[in-house]
């Protein structure tokens, strides 16, 4: 995968602790950084598909009502 260098300003106690963070773990501060970027975004994209998987419970009588449920494997009784 190609890398991209992105130049960051944090405080010096900021900077401390990651460097501090990434020497406890055996990696660079580069990985450390890098791995805690995508831990973040993976549990984004989590809640999201649980924020929406909540929503669809909540609203499903109410877009049943409006279009129907059809759904893989059969119809359900409603409008077609």
């Given at each position: 995968m190609a890398k991209t260098q992105l130049n960051v300003r944090v405080d010096e106690g900021t900077a401390r602790a990651a460097r501090e963070r990434a020497t406890a773990r055996g990696m660079s501060v580069n990985r450390?950084?890098?791995e805690l970027v995508?831990?973040?975004a993976g549990e984004v994209g989590h809640t999201?598909?649980?924020a929406a998987s909540d929503?669809?419970?909540q609203y499903e009588a109410l877009f049943v009502?409006?279009?129907g449920a059809e759904r893989e494997?059969?119809?359900h009784e409603g409008r077609r």
């Open positions: 450390y950084i890098e995508r831990r973040d999201f598909v649980e929503f669809m419970k009502e409006e279009f494997g059969g119809t």
